[in-house]
Structure formats: C-alpha cells, structure tokens
C-alpha cells in the first residue's frame, strides 16, 4: 500500500511543473525571492494554532498577496472546519494517487487552501520517502504564491519539527499558561537542532494583557538565547476576545467575521510585520523544497 502511495506521488511530482508551470530544480532561487514560506507550530495542543494560521491567512490576503495555506497536521487536520469548508478532496487523495495536489485545493476569504486529511493513518505515519514525494509536490505551490502558510501539526514530532525548521520563518505559538510555556521552549530547541534553521519567531495568544505577553515572550526569548544560543523574535501576541471563541462556534475565521475586533487588529498586525518583513532579516536561503529535501536527506542517512 505505502509502495504503491509513494510511486503516485513520485508521478505527482514529475507532473507538477506542468500544471502549474513550477520551475525546475535548479530555478528555486527564483521561487524564494517570489515566496516566503511561514510555518506555525506549537509545543501543544489547543493554543490556537490553526486559527491563528488561518486568520493570519485572510488578513496577508486582504494585503494584496497571493496567499497559500496548506493543512499540514497529518492527522488532526482541521482547517476546513474553522473555515466553514466542505471540500470534497484533500490531501488523502494525493497520497493514494487519486488526485493532484493543485487539484484539491479550494478558495476561502481571498485564500488557497490547500485542505488536510483528518485521521489518515499512511498521512500520519509517511515515512522518510514518501514524505519528500509530498513535500515536493508543494513546490509547484510556491511558484504561484506570494506567502504560502503551513499549519503543522501540534508538539515536536518529525514531521512537525522537520517542516518548521526547512520554512523560512517558524511561528511557535504559546499561551500564558506554564505547560504551554514550556512546551513552546521545547520546540524551539527541537527546531534549533537543524544548522539550517527558520528564524524563529513567538507569539503569545490568548494574553489578558500587552504586560502578561511581555513576561512570557521575554521568558522565552531569553531562556532561548541562554541555552540554545538562538534569538527567538518576539513578533507579538493576540488578545483574550470573546468574539474569538464566539467565531469558532459560528465556524467562521474570526478576522472575516468580526474584523473590529481586538483579535482581528492584532493579526493585522502579525500580518503586517510578516509581508513587509523587518531590517534584521537573514540572508536569502535556498527554496523551501530543497531545505525540505535536505533535511529528510539527512533523516534517511541517521
């Protein structure tokens, strides 16, 4: 069964450049340039990871960018249901070879949503391979986009850790709680353990306060900087809002549904700081797909 996944996705991939004109491999420099590659992970679950890759989604979009976002948590996908989606493909059906990737995918709120497969166990449990199939695939995604967001799966599985350390930018989102503070630490030191690494960057949801968010990023920062030697970005934090909670239940990203709201004005402004970016940017990098593919590379030699 995983053969005969691996030998359609390796087709997939062969055909991707001609359904979305990717470039080839040896063009991916052009890709970077055109594309930054966000991943948004968590030590834990229920910090609102994916609501914060969805809404930061919608409001990069309302920027004017063409705007991808691929449910990555194999397993646990759940993006369509934050979005109110009903989409009648997903990633399963590439993996068993029955659709192509840019054929699944759906448009929401100005977005490209690339939906996830809840529950498949052979997404879940890819191995190192028909991983890089997949992941390969992607690239025919970040020819035509501006921004493509990854939501990953929660905690520091290989899958999650290897994604979040190949994209450009890591988004480790963490709430004020101890458990989640810790977790988010964790993380962050999986993901440093790749030379290679994202600039990794922190937000705080769910503050009741800019001095709450303030302590928890500072503590993380700096117990980062101590014992990894790493500079984690303190990006910003998101507010406590009833209307967070009130959208979730109307199945609704909340910064179409009520963007007023103090929630919605601080995504703006994670937005903001992502698109336009900041003076202390690294030095451009190789494409995501050959990070990736490096990376699962060096998985295979261990």
Do not use: W
């Not at 969805?54 to 194999?74: E, H, P, W």
């Not at 890089?132 to 290989?158: N, V």
């Not at 999986?190 to 769910?206: G, K, P, S, Y």
């Not at 994670?270 to 940017?281: P, S, T, Y």
């Amino acid at each position: 069964m995983i053969q005969d996944q691996a030998t359609a996705l390796r087709q997939l991939v062969r055909e991707a450049g001609v359904m979305t004109q990717a470039p080839r491999r040896e063009n991916f420099a052009q890709v970077r340039r055109a594309c930054k590659v966000v991943a948004v992970t968590s030590g834990k679950g229920g910090v609102g990871k994916t609501s914060l890759a969805v809404n930061l989604s919608i409001a990069c979009a309302q920027m004017g960018k063409r705007v991808t976002l691929v449910d990555f948590d194999l397993g646990l996908a759940n993006v369509d249901v934050v979005m109110d989606l009903r989409p009648t493909s997903n990633l399963s059906h590439v993996v068993m070879g029955r659709m192509r990737l840019g054929d699944v995918a759906v448009e929401s709120e100005g977005v490209r949503v690339v939906p996830g497969a809840s529950g498949l166990r052979e997404l879940a449990n890819l191995g190192a391979a028909e991983r890089e199939d997949l992941i390969g695939g992607l690239a025919a995604l970040e020819a035509t986009s501006d921004l493509l967001i990854i939501d990953t799966g929660a905690g520091i599985s290989d899958n999650v850790v290897r994604v979040a350390a190949a994209a450009d930018e890591a988004l480790i989102v963490c709430t004020p709680e101890p458990t989640s503070i810790l977790d988010a630490y964790a993380t962050i030191k999986m993901i440093a353990r790749d030379l290679n690494h994202a600039t990794v960057r922190l937000v705080v949801n769910m503050a009741e306060s800019r001095e709450e968010a303030d302590r928890v990023s500072e503590t993380v920062a700096d117990v980062s900087r101590r014992f990894l030697g790493l500079t984690v970005d303190r990006l910003g934090f998101i507010p406590k809002d009833e209307h967070v909670a009130r959208a979730v239940r109307e199945r609704r990203p909340f910064e179409a549904q009520y963007p007023k709201c103090p929630a919605s004005a601080a995504v703006r402004g994670l937005g903001r700081m992502i698109v336009h970016g900041r003076a202390d940017r690294p030095v451009e990098r190789d494409g995501f797909f050959r990070r990736m593919a490096r990376a699962l590379g060096a998985g295979q030699e261990a």
